[in-house]
């Protein structure tokens, strides 16, 4: 395992300079090895390691029965909290058992005949945006899925003791409505590949004015279609959005349009599968360990966590008890404590006073992680009112500027004292420059300046 680890780093260093032929069948390699349980953790370590030279290069991926089935309702994806259902999204652990259960319904012979199709059929080219293969064999398993599938749940639904039945040889209740979630997207599959293609790569920042008009008609068309849950073009679109909210509008937009779920309208669909999103996200701060999550870490969870809830806040999704925002926000206070704000003095302090230090490049690494606390300080104050720090961020910022100063005043007393004379003037300069810096960086530009031009004339009467 250690020469795996060895390996991987090497392939991490070099990412960018391994040719796109290479990657591509690195890739294809990798993905085949993961059918083999003992090669699994390392496959998927290995895919973690190429992720980001996947998203340049795009080399066309070991395509199976299996990936065609999960594609259309892919965007639903999510890696499991808890063992709960969330509303719109389906686990990634229920893929493996729900697609068992599909493959066990199907005509053994034809799912054989499908497999030898798809391997004869040639991979796209490296870079494309997307695989023909998906659609030309999809529109084939999606179909015939989604009838078996939903034949087998009506059946549970009208049979108690067999719905016992299929929730037990699934493995759970969850895996049982995620079923239920995947044969509602593959009934409406269609549609779906039609409305991806009109919009950019995922994530998708920003819905263009052509994007929004297409979403309407696609989602009037479906809905006076009659044909399956138009819901589910809701949910398939959050979950390819870095900013769900701005389709809030836009479905309210929608009226009275059905949804296929129960009484919800779109704009009340919508919010349903935002909120579940946002319970899951806060639900992993809870999760969190503060000693292994940086400085700057800490402080971007704290500026996501304010920007969720204020947005949730601002849309009125968040009136009534709120326990999963609550105790986040409760974690994210401690994490602020003990994980920024504890020991921030003497970290900060211990990186100014090293004029001395032999080790150059230790000592650049402390101020360096004394900056990077200082960064995440003044980050978190600008949002710390949101989460009940602010009190905290304040007097430790003063305590700092306060030390500081009070080291600055120290280090000019030194200087007209000739104690650091040995030096030279160079290096005493250098050290003023990072007490100057962080000084600005705690209490800015004027206390700052202050201390530069006490400790330049100082340093002036120097011996040469």
Not at 162 to 184: F, K, N, P, S
Not at 198 to 212: R, T
Not at 372 to 399: P, W
């Amino acid at each position: 395992m250690s020469d795996l680890a060895a390996e991987l780093r090497d392939i991490e260093r070099k990412l960018f300079e391994i040719p796109d032929e290479k990657v591509a069948q690195l890739t294809l390699l990798i993905e085949r090895s993961r059918a083999v349980a003992l090669s699994a953790a390392m496959a998927n370590a290995a895919l973690g390691t190429l992720r980001p030279r996947l998203v340049k290069t795009r080399p066309p991926r070991h395509l199976t029965l299996q990936r065609i089935f999960c594609h259309p309702f892919e965007d639903l994806l999510i890696l499991p909290e808890d063992d709960d259902k969330q509303f719109g999204r389906i686990s990634r652990a229920s893929l493996a058992p729900c697609w068992d259960f599909v493959v066990q319904g199907l005509d053994g012979a034809a799912v054989k005949e499908l497999e030898a199709s798809l391997r004869a059929s040639p991979a796209p080219a490296i870079g494309a945006l997307a695989d023909p293969r998906i659609a030309k064999f999809g529109a084939t398993l999606w179909a015939i899925a989604a009838r078996h599938l939903r034949q087998e749940i009506a059946k549970a639904e009208a049979d108690a003791a067999y719905r016992a039945e299929l929730v037990a040889r699934l493995g759970g209740e969850t895996v049982l409505l995620d079923l239920i979630d995947m044969v509602g997207v593959l009934e409406i599959a269609r549609p779906l590949e039609a409305l991806r293609e009109e919009f950019s790569p995922k994530p998708v920042g920003k819905l263009l004015d052509g994007q929004i008009e297409t979403f309407r008609e696609h989602y009037a068309a479906l809905s006076g279609s009659g044909a399956g849950r138009p819901g589910y073009m809701i949910a398939i679109v959050t979950g390819r959005m870095s900013d769900p909210f701005q389709l809030l509008p836009i479905c309210d937009g929608l009226g009275d349009l059905p949804t296929g779920f129960a009484d919800l309208k779109p704009g009340q669909y919508a919010r349903q599968v935002i909120a579940g999103d946002s319970k899951r996200f806060f639900k992993s701060i809870g999760r969190a360990d503060p000693v292994r999550l940086g400085d700057g870490a800490i402080a971007g969870m704290v500026d996501d966590f304010v920007r969720m809830m204020t947005r949730l806040k601002a849309d009125g999704m968040a009136d009534g008890p709120q326990p999963e925002m609550d105790a986040a926000g409760a974690k994210l206070r401690d994490m602020v404590r003990s994980g920024i704000l504890g020991g921030a003095d003497g970290r900060i302090l211990a990186a100014l006073d090293s004029a001395t230090a032999a080790d150059r490049e230790a000592l650049f690494e402390a101020k360096l992680q004394a900056e990077n606390r200082v960064f995440a300080i003044q980050k978190v104050a600008k949002v710390a009112a949101e989460i009940g720090s602010e009190k905290e961020i304040d007097a430790a910022l003063k305590t700092l500027g306060q030390q500081i100063e009070q080291g600055g005043a120290a280090l000019i007393g030194d200087i007209k004292a000739g104690k650091l004379n040995a030096l030279g003037r160079e290096a005493v300069k250098q050290q003023l420059y990072g007490a100057v810096r962080m000084l600005e960086l705690i209490s800015g530009g004027n206390a700052a300046g202050k201390l530069m031009k006490d400790g330049l004339a100082a340093i002036e009467k120097l011996p040469g």
